[in-house]
T-cell receptor
Framework: RKEVEQDPGPFNVPEGATVAFNCTYS??????FFWYRQDCRKEPKLLMS???SGNEDGRFTAQLNRASQYISLLIRDSKLSDSATYLC??????????FGTGTRLKVLA | EPEVTQTPSHQVTQMGQEVILRCVPI?????FYWYRQILGQKVEFLVS????????KSEIFDDQFSVERPDGSNFTLKIRSTKLEDSAMYFC????????????FGDGTRLSIL
């Protein structure tokens, strides 16, 4: 099983749609979870941290399910500017972050 | 908003040469990292650095690589005897603390080995 696994997509959705991504991780001892977004040939940018209780930031909602070892990201009311690759990040050890391969999202006008 | 800065943005080097990639982390951050991303592949951890020493490194980070904090602001990655397969985007990141803290990335150095 890969350390961090994501569906590579692409997910093509119309503007205004709701879209959800899942990510699974293999290390049950992981403590830190994040979603980053990466635009083509750019650096990863922090989208949000993911907490056990779930958290929301505007149109974005992240959930963590420790029992099943997966993380989700929900984007509501998709905008054209949301088109990017969404990276699931989990700590493999204290200071080492493991990135998934990313899920490509394309929001269509 | 404070940011991590990296130089150069693009480095072209002949195979076998040495390169030094430079980073200025966010000023109050204590933990520094290097990652690489080969074109079309995922971001891979190379090394973490705290209190002037390596705290963790991956299997990629072999004797060909070294890191240094030569002064109070810069953090460098040196790659000796470069190979074609070292061609990648190299990202520096920093975090305020180590555990459970998000890492903030610089905009990367594209390294092309010819």
């Amino acid at each position: 099983r890969k350390e961090v696994e994501q569906d590579p997509g692409p997910f093509n959705v119309p503007e205004g749609a709701t879209v959800a991504f899942n990510c699974t991780y293999s290390n049950s001892a992981s403590q830190s979870f994040f979603w980053y977004r990466q635009d083509c040939r750019k650096e990863p940018k922090l989208l949000m941290s993911v907490y056990s209780s779930g958290n929301e930031d505007g149109r974005f909602t992240a959930q963590l399910n420790r029992a099943s070892q997966y993380i989700s990201l929900l984007i509501r009311d998709s905008k054209l500017s949301d088109s990017a690759t969404y990276l699931c990040v989990v700590n493999g050890a204290a200071y080492k972050y493991i990135f998934g391969t990313g899920t490509r999202l394309k929001v269509l006008a | 908003e404070p940011e991590v800065t990296q130089t150069p943005s693009h480095q072209v080097t002949q195979m076998g040469q040495e390169v030094i990639l430079r980073c200025v982390p966010i000023s109050n951050h204590l933990y520094f990292y290097w990652y690489r991303q080969i074109l079309g592949q995922k971001v891979e951890f190379l090394v973490s650095f705290y209190n002037n020493e390596i705290s963790e490194k991956s299997e990629i980070f072999d004797d060909q690589f070294s890191v240094e904090r030569p002064d109070g602001s810069n953090f460098t990655l040196k790659i000796r005897s470069t190979k074609l397969e070292d061609s990648a985007m190299y990202f520096c990141a920093s975090s305020e603390q180590g555990r459970n803290q998000p890492q903030h990335f610089g905009d990367g150095t594209r390294l092309s080995i010819l």
